[in-house]
């Protein structure tokens, strides 16, 4: 069965501090994998796709890892700010259809504290 | 270029009313689609479009209805709301492959 599995939760950090989120999948034949961004009471903004063939890519503070071998990916935010609060999708997509279909996560909810 | 809009914002329905949620994309997307967002839940996909006059249905289908007349528009309609339908929904679009998904801001709706 085709999931998208996302740890932690919640979390919350300080202002400032690093933080990593997870995102483990099963989707298959993969074909991308894409971080989103929701802030409260509105729409997913996206971040991050990448590509079976990419590892890495990153969004200013924002940098995404991808291990298609272990299905794994990482969302890293670096020196997090207060604005970072907010909700963290994991979405995949499979290679089998034309446009692919779409598996998403539950999110990573993150609350950044002063 | 406003991307995908979403109206309207916030409904209050009775059980049993019907009404309509509206979706507008001006980026000549062949794909649109319909998603719910429940606590604790990833979006779930309820209708979808590859283009003008196709349609098909997703994961939790029952209890709405959608048309695709043209590019631009994909009307989501509930036909007989029930609290089970007390949701945020999601529209968005894109073009195939790696390309990015444009969501809307989202409408928020309570079936009393």
């Known amino acids: 069965k085709n999931q998208v599995e996302q740890s932690p939760q919640s979390l919350i950090i300080l202002e400032g501090k690093n933080c990593t989120l997870q995102?483990?999948?099963?989707?298959?034949?993969?074909?991308?994998l894409r971080w989103y961004k929701q802030d409260t009471g509105r729409g997913p903004v996206s971040l991050t796709i990448?590509?079976?063939?990419?590892n890495t890519k990153s969004n200013g503070r924002y940098t995404a890892t991808l291990d298609a071998d272990t299905k794994q990916s990482s969302l890293h935010i670096t020196a997090s700010q207060l604005s970072d609060s907010a909700s963290y999708i994991c979405?995949?997509?499979?290679?089998?259809?034309?446009?692919?279909?779409?598996?998403f996560g539950r999110g990573t909810q993150l609350t950044v504290w002063p | 270029n406003a991307g995908v809009t979403q109206t309207p914002k916030f409904q209050v329905l009775k059980t049993g009313q019907s009404m309509t949620l509206q979706c507008a994309q001006d980026?000549?997307?062949?794909?649109m689609s319909w998603y719910r967002q429940d606590p604790g839940m990833g979006l779930r996909l309820i209708h979808y479009?590859?283009?003008?006059?196709?349609?098909d249905q997703g994961e939790v289908p029952n209890g709405y209805n959608v048309s695709r007349s043209t590019t631009e528009d994909f009307p989501l309609r509930l036909l007989s709301a029930a609290p089970s339908q007390t949701s945020v929904y999601f529209c968005?679009?894109?073009?195939?492959?790696?390309?990015?998904?444009?969501f809307g801001e989202g409408s928020w709706l309570t079936v009393v």
């Open positions: 968005a679009s894109r073009t195939g492959g790696r390309n990015t998904i444009y």
């Open positions: 995102c483990n999948y099963t989707v298959s034949p993969f074909s991308n």
């Open positions: 990448m590509t079976f063939s990419e």
């Open positions: 979405v995949v997509s499979d290679r089998g259809s034309t446009l692919g279909r779409l598996y």
């Open positions: 980026m000549n997307h062949e794909y």
């Open positions: 479009s590859v283009g003008a006059g196709i349609t």
